[in-house]
């Protein structure tokens, strides 16, 4: 449990380090990356909502097929998701049938798309 607790921390780190990357911002929480189109901020709160649910593996579906553009308000899109899904405990990654692995291989998929495969490994190497 703790193993994973901080796995789960690594990754948001990662995130972080991403953003830091990419948009040179010290992101504290990933409601600082306000997004100017309503409809990108509507989908965050939808996307959310669906974790929630329980409904993981349909909202990674959704992200992807509303972030077709890749743009920047995409990709703060993914950032949020991805910070909202890794602030998730044990028990709800494992009543949902969710691995940490699993998390760690679709955010390496989603921001892959935005920037080169070899940033993307360096900044989500969780491993020791």
Request: aromatic fraction near 10%; hydrophobic fraction near 40%.
């Amino acid at each position: 449990m703790f193993e994973q607790d901080y796995i789960m921390r690594q990754i948001k780190e990662c995130l972080d380090a991403a953003m830091r990357l990419l948009f040179h911002v010290n992101v504290e929480s990933p409601a600082m990356l306000v997004l100017k189109d309503q409809q990108k901020e509507a989908l965050v709160r939808k996307l959310t909502d669906m974790l929630d649910d329980g409904r993981v593996r349909e909202a990674v579906s959704e992200l992807d097929s509303s972030t077709a553009e890749r743009s920047r308000d995409d990709l703060i899109v993914g950032y949020r998701f991805y910070t909202y899904l890794c602030q998730k405990d044990d028990d709800f990654l494992e009543k949902y049938g969710l691995k940490y692995s699993d998390v760690e291989a679709e955010m390496k998929r989603f921001f892959s798309d935005y920037i080169s495969p070899e940033v993307v490994d360096l900044v989500t190497n969780t491993k020791e």
